[in-house]
């Protein structure tokens, strides 16, 4: 399939986990918590593929499939994963959490466009 199939179906993960989590975090619910894991799945399937249609290219820069900044996004998609339950039990609440999860997402698309390690 043609990588920007899965860019675009990474997209539709990335603004459904946003709208899911500030749905979530304004007042939990069990529709967003849905919306949550369907993102979390368009992420995981965009993301591996474009990393199965990228892996040359990857191995010639950072002589890996899988380079550092590639496993430190799976890091960040792991804490996204765990904000349902920070929601559910009000660990981190209103603006902060916003502030949290705008800053991850951002985190993630540097690490994407300016692979740093
Ligand atoms: C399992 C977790 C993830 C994997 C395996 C993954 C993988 C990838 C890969 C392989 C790329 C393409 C990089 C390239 O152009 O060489 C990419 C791009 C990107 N990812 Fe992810 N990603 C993950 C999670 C996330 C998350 C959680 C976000 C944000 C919420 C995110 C946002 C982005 C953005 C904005 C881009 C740039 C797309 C573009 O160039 O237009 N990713 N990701």
Known sequence: M???IY????YA???????????????????AVIGH???LL????????????YKSVYVGQFGATWPNWLIA???IWVIFG??????KKKKIQGPAAWIVC????LAAAYLAKFKPF
Not at 13 to 31: C, M, P
Not at 82 to 87: D, I, K, Q, Y
């Open 102 to 105: 705008i800053g991850l997402a």
């Open 37 to 39: 894991g369907i993102a």
């Open 73 to 75: 996004k799976i890091v």
């Open 82 to 87: 765990a904000m349902v339950a920070l929601a």
């Open 7 to 10: 860019k675009l179906i990474h």
């Open 2 to 4: 043609n990588p920007e």
């Open 42 to 53: 368009l992420l995981i399937l965009g993301g591996f593929g474009m990393q199965a249609k």
């Open 13 to 31: 993960g990335i603004f459904t986990l946003l709208f899911a989590l500030g749905s979530l975090f304004t007042k939990y619910n069990k529709a």
